[in-house]
């Protein structure tokens, strides 16, 4: 399946507030056009961009962004915050411009979002088992812990009885 989509397509696509999306920049560059423009053109149809398609970084999601991915470092200095993009965003997107290579970039970005979501969802099940085996090893390591602590009390020499400190009456000595 790796095959079908372009690994810089799939590569492309970040997770920001849980959310598997593609920055503008990044969508700008595919579609074969400068991100201004890009960004013109999505300003002009916002009524197409509901919040579930795009939303705008914050300061601090910018700083991570560009912190964690190489190809974004040049939005380091940018003075505005990348737009992010949804799958359905990017197809939106897509129909926006209405170039050729336009059009055959969505299709590869559609692909790469499928591929993701299929890639997921294959994992999603060993991640749930790791989980349950680190769960059953945690419950495990504290019962041996248990058995660990009750063998050296029961290993440990007996302590020797200490006579009280004090004067000892034959009386008491005898009792």
């Known amino acids: ?9 799939a590569e492309r696509i970040l997770i920001v507030r849980g959310q598997r999306v593609m920055l503008d920049a990044d969508l700008a ?10 960004n013109e053109q999505v300003k002009r149809n916002l009524a197409r961009f509901p919040v579930e398609f795009m939303f705008q970084l914050t300061a601090a999601e ?4 560009v912190a964690n991915c190489d190809h974004l470092a040049r939005l380091k200095f940018s003075p505005h915050a990348p737009y992010a993009f949804t799958e359905h965003g990017a197809i939106m997107a897509a129909t926006l411009l209405n ?9 590869f970005v559609v692909r790469a979002f499928v591929e993701l979501r299929d890639w997921l969802s294959s994992h999603r099940e060993i991640a749930e088992k790791l989980d349950y085996l680190e769960r059953k090893v945690s419950s495990h390591d504290q019962a041996l812990a248990g058995v ?7 290993t440990a020499p007996p ?5 009280p400190i004090g004067f000892i009456t034959d009386r ?4």
């Open 62 to 65: 910018k700083k991570e962004v």
């Open 159 to 163: 302590q020797p009885k200490k006579r």
């Open 99 to 107: 170039s050729p290579k336009a059009v055959e970039m969505s299709v």
């Open 172 to 175: 008491e000595e005898n009792a």
């Open 1 to 9: 399946m790796s095959e079908l989509v372009p690994t810089p397509f």
């Open 29 to 38: 560059a595919l579609y074969g056009v400068p991100t201004k423009r890009f």
């Open 148 to 154: 660990i602590d009750t063998l050296r009390q029961l």
